[in-house]
């Protein structure tokens, strides 16, 4: 699978583990940066790019990483057509791609062990949506207001 990455100096050591431990898993891995550690460098430069990246390629995948992992998942949900989803288990990157087709998964480097990482990339992307009518139908809603900003109507 392509995969996509992208972070930022808080989880730069993680990230280079994650690329090495893709590649050698067989995926084809595009490393969106940063490439070297700069401690004031910023998450948005990379993120942006990687979820980008996985909106032009709806086959990838996307691995976005920071400190908390709570700004980059915001700034990859902002790229039109990208469900992130921040994960600090791997139940919850299940979760994350069964119920909600989430293409990229975000994980904070300061609060995530690398082998917990590997487990977490390792089932978001091992793990295909379900497509039950109710899961469908709830990501319709949400792509609807996202393309018309029309709001689901009530029950």
Known sequence: MRVHIGGDHAAYELQLALVTHLQESGHEVTNHGPHHFDSEDDYPVAVLRAAQAVSEDPDSRGVVLGGSGNGEQMAANKVPGVRAALCWTAELAQLAREHNDAQVVSI????????????IVDMFLATDFSAAPRHARRLEMVTQFEKTGTLPPEE
């Open 108 to 119: 904070g480097g300061r609060f995530t062990a690398t082998e917990e990482a590997k487990e």
